[in-house]
């Protein structure tokens, strides 16, 4: 039980430096991209505009800087690289609307609005990130786009970064990726897309460390939280997905080489109309503390077999589930298989822990039911229903 709130100093590590980080920007001197020539009228291409504001800001300041982005105007924009390191600590005050120029690119760009290698940035307000996507999900489902679709805001290679307030819509692909970076706090976040659009996931992370995502509401066609190789130190706890796929945790096992991962917390969240809750494929150390499921698939699922794209390797099944915990869990499910445990012969998994979890039929009358493969570890006393292959402790 001690170990659960042992990431709490964590995060107050990282509030702390989010605390000293709006201080020193108390002192920011605030542009508006109107000055830098940007329309807003939602027709004229304002993307110069952005570029010239950012890099003037970036590399020309001489003290933290805020770019304004106004209320009531909509900025159509190319794809952008918001290219670092910058001088000083930036804040990106997004009131007005933001939308991608609906285009399929003809060479190969991973995202729409791209944040690269920078060391302090604030991203918020109450704008709307409209990624315009139908075009690419429509070549997408025809398996026909030249490349793969981009990303709404792609952060690569930044730390201490906040994303905070923002509506996030039709993304082409995920609506916000995280990559190969550290500090990184999104919150009170709404993403909204439609159920049928394809890899769409809210949040994604990999490679990256100390992330924290909380206070939102996702829905989605695909995860609404997914974190795959090197994703470690994440908390997702306040979030409500549904519709789309659930949290998924390690499951990108793409033939080769795939890290692991590792301390994951979910707590507080609600999944609805979800096909899982929290399925973790390649992953140690993972607690979902009180949960709520509303007419979710599989509302608890690890499957070490999972293989979206049929290109995994069997390598891939031999990636170690350990140390997953369930706690205070309880809820409904559309599938009859409630709890799936599905693990590989040659890596069973090991120290699987319930607590308290309560799971019924969302279809009245009908029962749920457990499967376990190769699983280890132990339930208490409360599992409903029961999972046979954990020792009652
Ligand atoms: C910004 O700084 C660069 C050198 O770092 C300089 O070449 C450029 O003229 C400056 N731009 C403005 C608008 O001052
Ligand atoms: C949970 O998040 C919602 C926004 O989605 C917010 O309104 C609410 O205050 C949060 N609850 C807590 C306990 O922080
Ligand atoms: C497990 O993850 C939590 C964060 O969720 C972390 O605080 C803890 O140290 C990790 N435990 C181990 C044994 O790595
Ligand atoms: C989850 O909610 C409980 C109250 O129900 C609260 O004490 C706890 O701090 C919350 N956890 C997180 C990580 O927000
Ligand atoms: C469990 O794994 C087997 C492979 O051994 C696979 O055929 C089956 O579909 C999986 N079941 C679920 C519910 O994921």
């Not at 709490?8 to 201080?23: N, R, W, Y």
């Not at 770019?67 to 159509?76: D, E, H, N, V």
């Not at 995994?312 to 369930?326: G, N, R």
């Amino acid at each position: 039980m001690e170990r659960l709130g042992s990431n709490v100093p964590g995060l107050i590590s990282l509030f702390v430096i989010f605390l000293l980080a709006a201080g020193i920007l108390a002192h920011e001197t605030t542009y508006n991209v109107v000055d830098f020539g940007a329309k807003g009228d939602g027709y004229t291409d304002d993307t110069q505009a952005f570029v010239n504001a950012w890099s003037w800001i970036c590399r020309n300041s001489t003290g933290p800087s805020a770019l304004l982005i106004p209320a009531g105007k909509t900025f159509l924009l190319d794809r952008i690289v918001f290219q670092g390191p910058c001088n000083y600590a930036i804040h990106l005050k997004v009131d007005g609307n933001l939308k991608r120029i609906n285009e399929i690119w003809k060479d190969k760009f991973n995202s729409w609005l791209l944040f690269i290698r920078i060391s302090v940035l604030n991203i918020y307000g109450s704008g709307e990130l409209d990624g315009q996507g139908t075009d690419w999900w429509s070549c997408k489902m025809k398996n026909k786009c030249p490349f793969e679709a981009a990303h709404n805001l792609e952060l690569l290679s930044c730390t201490n970064v906040q994303i905070w307030g923002l509506k996030l819509i039709n993304s082409p692909m995920m609506h916000i990726a995280v990559g190969q970076s550290e500090n990184v706090y999104i919150g009170g976040i709404t993403i909204s897309t439609p159920s049928d659009s394809p890899n769409t996931d809210g949040i994604h992370i990999q490679k990256s460390q100390h992330v924290v995502v909380t206070d939102s509401v996702i829905g989605t066609g695909d995860d609404c939280v997914s974190m795959s190789d090197g994703a470690v130190d994440v908390s997702v706890s306040n979030v409500t997905c549904g519709p789309g796929h659930g949290i998924s945790i390690g499951s990108l096992g793409i033939a080769g080489t795939v890290a692991t991962a590792s301390d994951i917390y979910v707590s507080n969240c609600t999944f609805s109309q979800t096909t899982n809750g929290g399925g973790s494929g390649f992953a140690r150390n993972i607690s979902f503390v009180n949960i709520k499921m509303n007419e979710v698939y599989y509302p608890i699922i690890i499957d070490q077999y999972y293989c979206p794209h049929k290109r995994c390797s069997y390598k891939t099944a031999a990636v170690q589930v350990s140390d997953v915990k369930y706690l205070d869990v309880a809820g409904s499910s559309t599938s009859k298989l409630a709890i799936t445990l599905n693990c590989s012969q040659t890596v069973p998994c090991t120290g699987i822990t319930m607590d308290n979890v309560n799971l019924w039929s969302a279809d009245q009358g009908q029962q749920v039911q457990s499967n376990c493969i190769n699983a280890k570890g132990s339930a208490g006393n409360k599992i409903s229903p029961a999972v046979p292959c954990l020792t009652t402790y």
